[in-house]
């Protein structure tokens, strides 16, 4: 297996613009984790899921984020519109049950 | 909802000595608290897990602490390397209730001197 698969590595947009994050988690692991990497805020759960179903939410900054996964296999993380302080590392992890979570490499995120 | 803390922020130390790092957790139905290092530019990575059944493990140079009473675990590192150099992140999760939830520390950042 390749690993958990994050794309794009790097974006760049202007503030106001769309932006979907994806994940391809390991095959066969019934967990997946967003998390946001900053400076100042560390590692941040901002939402994860169990078996495809959105499980706790509550890290979602706010209703710009929105995150889906519409089968084992595939999930995304959108924010709409994106804004300066949105700018940070995005990652994604994956795990099976109560084993270890495997992170993808990240996708690095610039608003400006 | 779990908080964890985790100290120091920084730590330098001199290749060859060992390296301590604690974390706290608030959670009492915690259950799993792994800890992850992270090299520049580059994903988080599990070096050494621990479950709340046991005390300590001890993988070669590197071991784990917990006391559940207290709410508390920590990472040992002994003779440092300079590849040891990173920021390491500790973690809680309670996953025995199927919640799955991994809330990290602050991160800690390690440098080795040689």
């Known amino acids: 297996d390749a690993g958990v698969i994050q794309s794009p590595r790097h974006e760049v947009t202007e503030m106001g613009q769309e932006v979907t994050l994806r994940c391809k988690p390991i095959?066969?692991?019934?967990?997946l984790f967003w998390y946001r990497q900053t400076m100042m805020r560390g590692l941040e759960l901002l939402i994860y899921?169990?078996?495809?179903?959105?499980?706790?939410d509550s890290g979602m900054p706010e209703d710009r984020f929105s995150a889906k996964m519409p089968n084992a296999s595939f999930s995304t993380l959108k924010i709409q519109p994106s804004e300066p302080r949105d700018s940070a590392v995005y990652f994604c992890?994956?795990?099976?049950?109560?084993?270890?979570?495997?992170f993808g490499q990240g996708t690095r995120l610039t608003v400006v | 909802g779990e908080n964890v803390e985790q100290h120091p922020s920084t730590l330098s130390v001199q290749e060859g000595d060992s390296a301590v790092i604690k974390c706290t957790y608030s959670?009492?139905?915690?259950?799993?608290f792994p800890w992850y290092k992270q090299e520049l530019g580059k994903r988080p990575q599990l070096i050494i897990d621990?479950?709340?059944?046991?005390g300590e493990k001890k993988d070669q140079r590197i071991a784990v602490t917990l006391n559940k009473t207290a709410k508390h675990f920590s990472l040992h590192i002994t003779e440092t390397q300079p590849e040891d150099s990173a920021v390491y992140f500790c973690?809680?999760?309670?996953?025995?209730?199927?919640?799955?939830?991994?809330?990290f520390g602050q991160g800690t950042t390690l440098q080795v001197k040689p």
């Open positions: 095959s066969g692991h019934d967990y």
């Open positions: 621990i479950r709340s059944n046991v």
């Open positions: 992890a994956s795990s099976f049950e109560d084993s270890e979570a495997f």
């Open positions: 899921f169990n078996n495809n179903v959105p499980i706790d």
């Open positions: 973690a809680a999760s309670p996953r025995s209730s199927n919640t799955g939830k991994l809330i």
């Open positions: 959670d009492s139905a915690s259950n799993y």
